[in-house]
């Protein structure tokens, strides 16, 4: 990505941090499609501006996607909005696509923002978080996608957020579960910081689950893994899902344990029919 030190117009402490960004990108990253990176750093543009104030949050950097601009107050949240850069692509039918998430400019929907910035963030952390030691947003939809990309895989996920194809997201999906549990899983994510979540949580939880549990099946059918294996890896899988709190409150809480060891015997039933 050489061609791309010619961005005059940026300022240089912030120029420094992009060819940061572009660094790790090649070494970490050499598995994932750079062709939207590349294209939109042609254009980027970088402004300083104070930060603004959401409600209790303070905004101290933003990706605007439709004229491709980064608004920022200090330089350390940079990496995060260069990822939202390099993953953002507006199409023909006026819809934009910023990772996982879509905005329909025509019908001002946008689906996707939570699981967007939760993989976001996951990125961040895992690949810039020498620079940001104390950067604490998003954490419990971090959370939550970083166990999708155990169901999906990692480099599977880091590739179709580099391309922004959401489609092809939700059709890996859509091999372990339905549509309209995915749907609804995108929608509950979106309410996940809303008054009264418990009912959202829950949802997030067991469809995070039941589409684990459903690939495990595979595997089990397949003989890739046998009933302990099942077991095995859907305790790890809890136990991992477990390792935030949400509401103050254990995320153990939030997740129907009887159902989930209902599920457990009947699939070793079946399996064990199977053998049979």
Do not use: W
């Not at 699981?115 to 810039?128: D, K, S, W």
């Not at 950067?135 to 999708?148: D, G, P, R, S, V």
């Not at 095995?232 to 009887?258: A, H, P, R, S, V």
Request: hydrophobic share 40%.
């Amino acid at each position: 990505m050489d061609e791309y030190n010619n961005l005059v117009d940026i300022d240089y402490k912030y120029l420094k941090k992009i060819r940061e960004f572009i660094k790790i990108f090649k070494k970490e990253l050499s598995h994932c499609n750079s062709n939207i990176l590349k294209e939109n750093l042609k254009t980027l543009k970088i402004i300083k501006r104070r930060p603004l104030r959401d409600g209790k949050d303070i905004i101290y950097a933003s990706y605007e996607a439709l004229n491709n601009v980064i608004y920022i107050f200090r330089g350390k949240y940079i990496f995060h909005e260069l990822l939202h850069m390099a993953t953002t692509v507006k199409n023909k039918d006026n819809i934009i696509h910023i990772g996982f998430a879509c905005v329909d400019l025509n019908r001002k929907i946008k689906i996707g923002a939570r699981i967007n910035e939760g993989y976001t963030m996951l990125l961040t952390n895992r690949y810039f978080n020498n620079f940001l030691k104390s950067y604490k947003y998003y954490q419990i939809e971090t959370h939550f996608m970083y166990m999708l990309e155990i169901i999906l895989e990692r480099n599977t996920l880091e590739k179709l957020y580099f391309e922004a194809d959401f489609d092809r997201l939700i059709d890996l999906l859509l091999k372990y579960n339905s549509y309209e549990n995915i749907k609804s899983f995108v929608f509950d994510m979106d309410k996940i910081y809303k008054k009264e979540n418990d009912g959202v949580i829950k949802n997030i939880n067991n469809f995070l689950i039941e589409t684990y549990i459903s690939k495990l099946s595979i595997y089990l059918e397949s003989g890739i893994i046998d009933a302990i294996g099942l077991e095995n890896n859907i305790l790890k899988f809890i136990d991992d899902l477990c390792m935030i709190k949400i509401n103050g409150k254990n995320n153990l809480q939030y997740i129907d344990l009887d159902n989930i060891e209902m599920k457990i015997n009947l699939l070793n039933q079946k399996y064990i029919k199977r053998k049979k």
